[in-house]
């Protein structure tokens, strides 16, 4: 009977060594399944941060884009401000240059009759 109790004390030694090894190997298996969930952690929080940048940039870019539309338009009608300006000096050029035509015409034709009204006069002798 005392060696039947010895072979049982080995076997509930046994039994307890191996409920000890199961024991700590859930507890290494849980300390690694904690790190990694920490590792996650931080891991979304670097994806959440990084989102959060490329998100504010995209807000940025699309307020670059919408005062760049306002730009083109703004330059744009002040391109056409400029269209309208060259078309009113182009006709006052052609006007000024119908007038000028016009005064050379008259000149000439002043210029005429002062050559024939002198030629007349000098026809008349006074005595």
Do not use: P, Y
């Not at 920490?38 to 919408?66: C, F, K, P, Y």
């Not at 730009?71 to 006709?91: C, D, H, L, P, Y």
Request: net charge negative.
């Amino acid at each position: 009977m005392a060696e039947d109790v010895v072979k049982s004390t080995g076997t509930i030694r046994d039994v307890l060594l191996e409920i000890q090894s199961a024991a700590n190997a859930s507890v290494l298996a849980s300390e690694e399944n904690v790190k990694g969930v920490e590792e996650g952690e931080i891991r979304l929080n670097q994806v959440r941060d990084a989102l959060e940048n490329i998100i504010a940039m995209a807000e940025q870019t699309a307020e670059s884009a919408r005062q760049i539309s306002v730009a083109t338009n703004q330059q744009k009608e002040a391109s056409e401000q400029v269209v309208n300006t060259m078309r009113e000096i182009s006709k006052v050029a052609q006007q000024t240059a119908a007038a000028s035509k016009s005064s050379i015409s008259s000149a000439s034709d002043l210029n005429r009759l002062a050559e024939e009204l002198r030629a007349r006069v000098s026809e008349f002798k006074i005595e």
